[in-house]
């Protein structure tokens, strides 16, 4: 059985962030930030113009994610070590006597435990789905998408719909 798949790797699928992540044992890194790098590999079936996956919708579907993280503080919302809250236009995040305070507008909160590159490469994943669906782009057997925090360092998922 013959298998397609479309790649994108594009030198605009970047975004500049903040964040921190937590470790077993109390230990939390200082807040610091990465250049961020995102891949994405879609497979499914050609549709009856021979497309995976429009090259034009995967990418300004992409963009748009990667757009909403760059410059921004990333924070994740489903953590049971960092509490994050919103306050008279700010988001307070505190790790026992640790707080930072943050400009709303500066913020993202992600719906993940953690900020780690993996959770970031799974957020993105699942929203790049959403969109693909939304956007009636065909049917996606495999999805994978990869974040690099730095050179030589990434990580990634891979999501099979329906499986």
Do not use: W
């Not at 298998?3 to 890194?29: M, N, P, Q, W």
């Not at 790049?128 to 990434?154: C, D, K, M, N, T």
């Amino acid at each position: 059985m013959d298998s397609y798949r479309v790649h994108l790797d594009k030198d605009d699928l970047v975004f500049c962030a903040a964040h921190f992540i937590t470790y077993g044992g109390g230990c939390c890194e200082s807040l610091h930030g990465h250049n961020y790098r995102v891949s994405v590999t879609v497979e499914g079936e050609p549709d009856r113009h021979g497309l995976v996956v429009d090259f034009l919708v995967l990418q300004e579907i992409m963009e748009g994610l990667v757009d909403r993280l760059d410059h921004r503080t990333l924070l994740p919302a489903a953590s049971a070590e960092i509490q994050v809250r919103r306050e008279d236009g700010s988001v307070l995040a505190r790790r026992g006597d640790a707080e930072y305070r943050f400009p709303e507008e500066d913020v993202v909160l992600l719906p993940v435990d953690n900020t780690t590159a993996e959770r970031i490469a799974a957020h993105l994943a699942t929203r790049l789905l959403e969109e693909l669906e939304e956007a009636e782009a065909g049917p996606v057997e495999r999805l994978e998408v990869e974040v690099e925090e730095s050179f030589g360092q990434a990580a990634s998922v891979e999501l099979k719909p329906g499986a």
